[in-house]
T-cell receptor, first 113, second 114 residues
């Protein structure tokens, strides 16, 4: 199965700066990768999907890159705001099974006013 | 906007008791997922349904956990008997289809086993 690595340490960033979160994976290259946001005590919320043939995807202040050579996705939040404080999870499909998706452990982002 | 419903939101039960969780997915979503999430970790898939059929339950502890989606709509996850290690958040999600389709999560059920 896919092994996913996200920085388990919390990321603290000053308001207005760009936050960059990393998702590394081992084993095979996935056809796509998803990013979710999770607030404490709540279920994850889908943010973005990027496919293997896409280098970059944007949505408002969010940008995701996908480097299949490095086996890495970067998730950027520009002009970060305190409301962006949450845990961000990446999710990738497994190689087998019925398109099962595996989630990383997530990185907690804290935006400091 | 349509949402995934789950109940109960919180459940406290004693070890060896039975507990059940209910999930009502977004209408029209064929795929339903049950996840378990321990604090500080990502959601771990327990079981995935496509309509009424189980398509993945490889991580479901089948000696004590069971799940059903009889009519391909709502679903129930049961634990019997509950153990202390089952304390976690149980999340239900649904998607139009499996795979790359985005998953919509419910609010979860926080289970505490004493």
């Amino acid at each position: 199965s896919q092994k996913i690595e996200q920085n388990s340490e919390a990321l603290n960033i000053q308001e207005g700066k760009t936050a960059t979160l990393t998702c590394n994976y081992t084993n095979y290259s996935p056809a796509y990768l998803q990013w979710y946001r999770q607030d404490p005590g709540r279920g994850p919320v889908f943010l973005l999907l990027i496919r293997e043939n896409e280098k970059e995807k944007r949505k408002e202040r969010l940008k995701v890159t996908f480097d299949t050579t490095l086996k890495q996705s970067l998730f950027h939040i520009t002009a970060s705001q305190p409301a962006d404080s949450a845990t961000y999870l990446c999710a990738l499909p497994n190689s087998g099974g019925y398109q099962k998706v595996t989630f990383g452990t997530g990185t907690k982002l804290q935006v400091i006013p | 906007e349509a949402e995934v419903a789950q109940s109960p939101r919180y459940k406290i039960t004693e070890k060896s008791q039975a507990v059940a969780f209910w999930c009502d997915p977004i209408s029209g979503h064929a795929t339903l997922y049950w996840y378990r999430q321990i604090l500080g970790q990502g959601p771990e898939l327990l079981v995935q349904f496509q309509d009424e059929s189980v398509v993945d339950d490889s991580q479901l502890p089948k000696d004590r956990f069971s799940a059903e989606r009889l009519k391909g709509v709502d679903s129930t996850l049961k634990i019997q008997p509950a153990e202390l290690g089952d304390s976690a958040m149980y999340l239900c999600a649904s998607s139009f289809r499996g795979g790359s389709y985005e998953q919509y999560f419910g609010p979860g059920t926080r289970l505490t086993v004493t």
